[in-house]
């Protein structure tokens, strides 16, 4: 299996930033076990149902990274309102 480089992350990771990257080659994964984490992430309902052992090696240390980004993106939040109007 292939290890992942740079442009494997890049082309499927959202908001990836080079320490982020770094961290994801850092592990040694290859694209399957990205795909795998990316999996656990979207949906581990399915995974659950299918008698799937948990997440662990490397696939949870990148679902562990890849969690983060998403905490990092939802504390954006949602757009304040618009200050009310005197009429």
Same mark, same amino acid.
């Given at each position: 299996?292939?290890?992942?480089?740079?442009?494997?992350?890049?082309?499927?990771?959202?908001?990836?930033?080079?320490?982020?990257?770094?961290?994801?080659?850092?592990?040694?994964?290859? &694209? +399957?076990? $990205?795909? @795998?984490?990316?999996?656990?992430?979207?949906? =581990?309902? /399915?995974?659950?149902?299918?008698?799937?052992?948990?997440?662990?090696?490397?696939?949870?240390?990148? &679902? +562990?990274? $890849?969690? @983060?980004?998403?905490?990092?993106?939802?504390? =954006?939040? /949602?757009?304040?309102?618009?200050?009310?109007?005197?009429?």
């Amino acid at each position: 299996m292939r290890r992942l480089s740079r442009d494997d992350i890049v082309k499927t990771v959202d908001r990836a930033d080079d320490v982020t990257i770094a961290q994801i080659i850092g592990t040694g994964a290859t &694209v +399957d076990e $990205l795909a @795998e984490a990316q999996a656990w992430l979207a949906n =581990d309902e /399915p995974m659950i149902n299918d008698l799937r052992p948990l997440a662990h090696g490397r696939v949870r240390e990148l &679902v +562990d990274i $890849l969690s @983060e980004i998403d905490e990092d993106g939802d504390e =954006d939040g /949602p757009a304040p309102s618009p200050a009310p109007t005197e009429n």
